[in-house]
Nanobody, 126 residues
């Protein structure tokens, strides 16, 4: 059974950085597509970034390009989101998610992810 646990959220000032981690429990992490989503107060779930099995290909929402970097360490069953130059608009609960095993297409659609973590709060203060 797949379980995902996020960590690394917190309170940071505008312009600061945070690194989120997503620990994967289960078998075959290297065969799962992974992604990050966020939900800001009063807003719908938003795609942030996704990464393929090997980590060779990544995709980002436009607002994250140049500021966020997604990565994964398949030897540690962990995915990361390095967030730099944070803005107040980045305030949200951040969720990591996994596709079905062997789903090889990188995707920004939340419906393509079937495993979800509980979320970690990121608050950016001005």
């Amino acid at each position: 059974q797949v379980q995902l646990v996020e960590s690394g959220g917190g309170l940071v000032q505008t312009g600061g950085s945070l690194r989120l981690s997503c620990a994967f429990s289960g078998f075959g992490f290297s065969n799962y597509g992974m992604g990050w989503f966020r939900r800001a107060p009063g807003k719908e779930l938003e795609f942030v970034s996704a990464i393929t099995w090997s980590g060779a290909t990544a995709e980002y929402v436009d607002s994250a390009k140049g500021r966020f970097t997604i990565s994964r360490d398949n030897s540690k069953n962990t995915m990361y989101l390095q967030m730099n130059s944070l803005k107040s608009d980045d305030t949200a609960v951040y969720f990591c998610a996994a596709t079905a095993r062997y789903y090889s297409t990188i995707t920004s659609k939340s419906g393509d992810y079937i495993h979800w973590g509980q979320g970690t709060q990121v608050t950016v203060s001005s």
